[in-house]
């Protein structure tokens, strides 16, 4: 009898463990320590720190938790889910913190709903846009993250005199499709709706200042509604891809003075080559453009529309346990807006060191030049240290990156 009972038991625990089966718990945990130096417009700021200097800070590189899973239906059909967030393994910010209210949950990132068959994947939530998932598989560094991540410059617009900034690589709520892989072709097309205020149809470009009245480094626009896809194909170790996105801004300014904004449009075409086992190189180009109705300060001559270009080129290469990796990015200047000398430059050098299979230390350097009007400094978020324009920012430190 007692017999007969431990093996029900047994029974009960496998038929849970078995049910358990198709839904995976992961995530990735990657913490840096790095040193940045700004040089170039030395300038007092009230809020704290100068336009040149130096600061030390740990830097949590996108670590995330996630859930997801698969439910089997019949006849070839699943349902699926994904839920996934940041981490916030640093505090949120930088030096002292006393008495903190942050939490480890971070943002939310790609999380969805949806269904799948042999005619493909539809699903609907928060989830990357066609045009960040093609920007991101060019990028060379691991998790494509970190000081170097291609998001830096790639697919951005930034005017650095008004701290605005339109971004095509974004997450966003959408209704999306997968089409199945078919003869190396595969492609997604995506679609968010309209969110407007209500009111006006405007959204508030927001006030992108600090407390004395200078410029912060960025306040990201927000679009009222975006669609975009992509398309690629992949054989004989190449992956060939190109994106379109289109995101419809109606502006209302504060003190960015920006109004009546419209679409802002993004262009992409990439190659990587990972024919050779522990090699991958990428190339990829970028053409934004954003329709301005002859809106000033922004626009040269009443024109209706300004333009940037973008380039990324890296490689990467596992050697045994060793995986060193560059990348260098450029951006240039803006076609048809009166805000010139607007572009930037990045180069990064990484070098890893898997200590097991999941688990590996890394040594980063990175150089950001900004023209003379231009204000990217992505290491420095939550730093005191401010600049207008024309700043040299570099990076360099150590960190330790695991998944599981």
């Given at each position: 009898m007692q017999k007969k009972i431990v093996a029900l038991a047994v029974a009960g625990l496998s038929t849970a463990a078995f049910a358990q089966t198709n839904v995976t718990i992961y995530g990735v945990a990657d913490v840096s320590g790095q040193g940045?130096?700004?040089?170039?417009?030395?300038?007092?700021?009230?809020?704290?720190?100068?336009?040149?200097?130096?600061?030390?800070?740990?830097?949590?590189?996108?670590?995330?938790?996630?859930?997801?899973?698969?439910?089997?239906?019949?006849?070839?059909?699943?349902?699926l889910f994904q839920v996934e967030s940041n981490m916030n393994l640093t505090g949120g910010g930088s030096g002292v913190q006393v008495q903190t209210t942050n939490t480890s949950m971070g943002s939310l990132r790609d999380s969805y709903l949806g269904m799948n068959s042999k005619y493909g994947t539809l699903l609907g939530g928060y989830v990357s846009t066609p045009f960040r998932q093609a920007l991101t598989s060019f990028d060379v560094m691991p998790g494509a993250t970190g000081s170097g991540a291609i998001e830096n410059l790639v697919g951005e617009m930034r005017f650095g005199s008004t701290g605005l900034a339109y971004?095509?690589?974004?997450?966003?709520?959408?209704?999306?499709?997968?089409?199945?892989?078919?003869?190396?072709f595969d492609g997604t097309l995506a679609y968010t709706g309209s969110n407007n205020n209500g009111t006006n149809n405007q959204t508030g470009a927001g006030n992108c200042s600090n407390a004395d009245g200078t410029q912060v480094s960025v306040c990201t626009a927000t679009p009222q509604s975006a669609w975009g896809f992509n398309l690629g194909w992949t054989g004989y170790g190449v992956n060939i891809k190109g994106?379109?996105?289109?995101?419809?801004?109606?502006?209302?300014?504060?003190?960015?003075?920006?109004?009546?904004?419209?679409?802002?449009?993004?262009?992409?075409?990439?190659?990587?080559?990972?024919g050779i086992p522990g090699l991958k190189a990428s190339v990829t180009y970028a053409r934004n453009s954003l329709g301005t109705n002859g809106a000033t300060p922004l626009t040269q001559n009443g024109a209706g529309k300004i333009s940037n270009n973008a380039a990324y080129a890296g490689v990467s290469y596992r050697m045994g346990n060793w995986e060193p990796a560059v990348s260098a990015a450029w951006q240039g200047d803006m076609d048809g807006s009166n805000l010139q000398q607007m572009g930037a430059r990045q180069w990064t050098g990484r070098v890893g060191y898997y200590l097991s299979k999941r688990t590996q230390a890394y040594g980063i350097i990175s150089n950001v030049n900004n023209s003379a009007n231009q204000t990217y400094r992505p290491f420095l978020t939550g730093s005191n240290l401010q600049n207008t324009g024309g700043a040299n920012v570099f990076t360099y430190g150590m960190g330790l990156r695991t998944s599981f």
């Open positions: 940045t130096t700004m040089t170039g417009e030395k300038r007092p700021v009230a809020v704290g720190g100068q336009g040149e200097g130096s600061t030390f800070n740990l830097q949590s590189n996108s670590s995330l938790i996630g859930f997801k899973g698969t439910e089997d239906l019949g006849n070839g059909l699943k349902a971004d095509s690589a974004i997450r966003a709520t959408a209704v999306a499709y997968a089409m199945p892989t078919l003869y190396g994106a379109f996105q289109q995101a419809n801004y109606n502006m209302s300014g504060t003190t960015n003075q920006v109004n009546n904004l419209g679409d802002f449009t993004s262009y992409l075409v990439g190659a990587a080559y990972t």
